[in-house]
C-alpha cells in the first residue's frame, strides 16, 4: 500500500534551475514530512523536514512547500548545482504516539546538468 | 559522532541460502529500524525496535525474515532461505527518538546490497 506517492520519477535540469518535485499522502494522522537526498552507494540523509503547521520551511537553497488542505508537499532546489544530482525521497511519518514509523515515496532522480 | 554502521556491504548468494545482515547503530539511539530498498523505489519498512522490543513488524515477511537486537544496541537481519526476489539494498537505521516522543529523524547506514542468483 502506497500510501505516499511521489513525482515525477526523473528530472532534467540545468545549472541554475529549480528543479521540482512534489509528493502527495492519504493518510491525515501523518504530522511529519522529511526529504531525504540518497547518492549511489549511499543510505537516504535527511536533507529538509516540515510539519504541518507550517506552510512553508527554507534552509539553505532547499524550501518545503505544504498544502495541508490537499494533502501535497513539494521540495524545490533553488540554483541547482552539479553536487545536487542525487535522488530525492520524500516521506510522512505517523504521530510520535504511534510510534514514529517512516513511510517514503518512489523517489526522484535529479540529473542537474552544468 | 560515528554513524550507523552495517555490515557485509555486498553479498551474493543463492537460492535457498541464508544470509545474515548486521547493524551497529549510533550510540544511544533507542529507534532502529531495517528497511528494504529495491533498485528504484522508495525505502520499504521491514522491522522497528524501540529499544530491543519490536513496536512494528507489519511488511516483514516472517516465513523467511526474521531480526533481533540484542541488549538493544546491535541488530541483526536474517533469510532463510532467500528467494530471487530479496535482491535488494538492506538499509538499517537508527533515531534517537524514545517511542511516542518527538520527531523522527532517522540515520542510515550505507545499506548492504544483496544479490540473490
Known amino acids: 500500500q502506497q500510501q505516499v506517492k511521489q513525482s515525477p520519477q526523473s528530472l532534467i535540469v540545468q545549472k541554475g534551475g529549480i528543479p521540482i518535485i512534489n509528493c502527495a499522502y492519504e493518510?491525515?494522522?501523518?504530522?511529519?514530512f522529511p526529504w531525504y537526498q540518497q547518492f549511489p552507494g549511499k543510505g537516504p540523509a535527511l536533507l529538509i523536514a516540515?510539519?504541518?503547521?507550517?506552510s512553508e520551511k527554507k534552509e539553505g537553497r532547499f524550501t518545503i512547500s505544504f498544502n495541508k488542505s490537499a494533502k501535497q508537499f513539494s521540495l524545490h532546489i533553488m540554483d541547482s548545482q552539479p553536487g545536487d544530482s542525487a535522488t530525492y525521497f520524500c516521506?510522512?511519518?505517523?504521530?510520535?504516539?504511534?510510534?514514529?514509523?517512516?513511510?517514503f515515496g518512489g523517489g526522484t532522480r535529479v540529473l542537474v546538468k552544468p | 559522532e560515528a554513524g550507523v554502521a552495517q555490515s557485509p556491504r555486498y553479498k551474493i548468494i543463492e537460492k535457498r541460502q541464508s544470509v545474515a545482515f548486521w547493524c551497529n547503530p549510533i550510540?544511544?539511539?533507542?529507534?532502529l529500524y531495517w528497511y528494504q530498498q529495491i533498485l528504484g523505489q522508495g525505502p520499504k519498512l521491514l522491522i522497528q525496535?524501540?529499544?530491543?522490543?519490536?513496536v512494528d513488524d507489519s511488511q516483514l515477511p516472517k516465513d523467511r525474515f526474521s531480526a533481533e537486537r540484542l541488549k538493544g544496541v546491535d541488530s541483526t537481519l536474517k533469510i532463510q532461505p532467500a528467494k530471487l526476489e530479496d535482491s535488494a539494498v538492506y538499509l538499517c537505521?537508527?533515531?534517537?527518538?524514545?517511542w511516542g516522543k518527538g520527531n523522527t529523524e532517522a540515520f542510515f547506514g550505507q545499506g548492504t546490497r544483496l544479490t540473490v542468483v
Open positions: 537505521a537508527s533515531s534517537p527518538n524514545q
Open positions: 493518510n491525515t494522522a501523518f504530522d511529519y
Open positions: 516540515i510539519r504541518p503547521d507550517v
Open positions: 516521506a510522512a511519518s505517523r504521530p510520535p504516539a504511534a510510534g514514529n514509523k517512516l513511510t
Open positions: 550510540s544511544g539511539h533507542a529507534t
Open positions: 525496535f524501540q529499544n530491543n522490543g519490536v
